[in-house]
């Protein structure tokens, strides 16, 4: 059960749900990987005991899953739902964001999308609110299906998608 089932009110049900792409880890993966290739470099061109081979080897694995693991739980606590009431984003952990908008307030609801977010299914969710107020959240898996779960709640006669 995530954040939003835990925060339903009376008569509200989630109607979609999605996180953030996997996309957000590259960049912790990248050098996790360079570790373990460092790690593998050091083992094959220095000539040391078997021994040290394996502590080596068990630093440099350890060290990759230590820089790989902040990254995994961000992405693993990330939650994005659009409930029939409200819209739902929490990103993070030890510094959470949390953002609970009523679809009341919502005018529009706009999808950026570069080529890579096209080929991979991810991009830039954009709403903003009848306040004037801009909310921005990147890396979205599935997010024209998020805008378009938001459109289809919002009262008829506002912003629907191109």
């Known amino acids: 059960m995530g954040y939003a089932e835990r925060t339903l009110g009376p008569d509200e049900e989630v109607v979609f749900r999605t996180r953030l792409h996997p996309v957000v880890l590259v960049g912790a993966a990248s050098f996790a990987v360079f570790i373990l290739l460092a790690t593998a470099l050091v083992i094959r061109h220095n000539e040391l ?8 080897a068990v630093g440099g694995a350890a060290l990759a899953i230590v820089s790989l693991l902040p990254a995994w739980l961000r992405w693993q606590a990330s939650e994005l ?39 991979l299914g991810h991009g830039i969710v954009t709403l903003r609110s009848v306040d ?31």
């Open 49 to 56: 005991s078997p021994a040290a081979n394996v502590q080596v």
């Open 81 to 119: 739902a659009v409930t029939s009431r409200r819209l739902v984003v929490r990103v993070g952990l030890r510094t959470r964001h949390v953002l609970e908008l009523p679809l009341t307030h919502v005018r529009t609801a706009e999808v950026d999308q570069r080529g890579s977010g096209r080929m």
């Open 132 to 162: 004037g107020g801009v909310e921005r959240v990147p890396n979205v898996a599935r997010a024209t299906e998020l805008r378009d779960a938001i459109l289809r709640q919002l009262p008829t006669g506002r912003s629907r998608p191109r």
